[in-house]
């Protein structure tokens, strides 16, 4: 079972990440705005080092299919707009995703989840797919619900990792039977 190496929305590009990309990633996740959202294994301050170790990591694990995280380019400029993955192709998947501040506000967010969304369901092993974001982070929320996903309460104890502002605690979840309808 794989995910497509590559998937072309509209308006971006969803691929491996390269080396070419580590500078994107340093000002995405050095910018506060971006990481104060997301788990503490995004270090802040974030430098090149880091984002080094992320993208080898990202692409072992796409390569060995053990987890599958894209790159996120704007097809108009060419820019690293953030990433969005697919933490394990399993019957039940968490998906994370993050997008600079100047991507914001554009429809972006939905777009790379719907676009995953369906390359998840069309595997045929995945069939459930969690988020989950801070309870102060409105937008991301706004994103999940207009892609489906629907509010399943707090995070099971098995899906919590402090965030470096607080903790996530709202738990969304799409089951492939409701996207299916959506």
Request: proline share 5%; aromatic share 12%; with cysteine.
């Amino acid at each position: 079972m794989g995910f497509p190496e590559r998937i072309e929305t509209a308006r971006l590009i969803l691929r491996p990440f390269e080396p070419k990309d580590r500078d994107g990633l340093v000002e995405i996740f050095g910018n506060w705005q971006v990481t104060q959202w997301l788990s503490t294994n995004v270090p802040f301050p974030y430098t090149a080092k880091d984002a080094e170790t992320f993208i080898t990591k990202a692409v072992a694990e796409f390569t060995e299919g053990s987890a599958f995280c894209y790159a996120i380019e704007d097809k108009e400029t060419g820019r690293l707009a953030g990433n969005i993955g697919i933490f394990s192709p399993t019957e039940e998947t968490e998906i994370g995703y993050a997008l600079g501040p100047d991507f914001w506000g554009r429809g972006l967010g939905t777009e790379i989840l719907n676009a995953v969304t369906k390359a998840a369901f069309k595997t045929g092993v995945i069939t459930r797919i969690v988020a989950q974001t801070a309870t102060d982070n409105i937008g991301s929320q706004k994103i999940l619900e207009k892609a489906g996903f629907k509010q399943a309460g707090m995070s099971p104890p098995e899906y919590v990792r402090c965030g470096h502002k607080q903790g996530c605690s709202e738990f969304y979840a799409l089951r492939i039977e409701d996207w299916k309808n959506i």
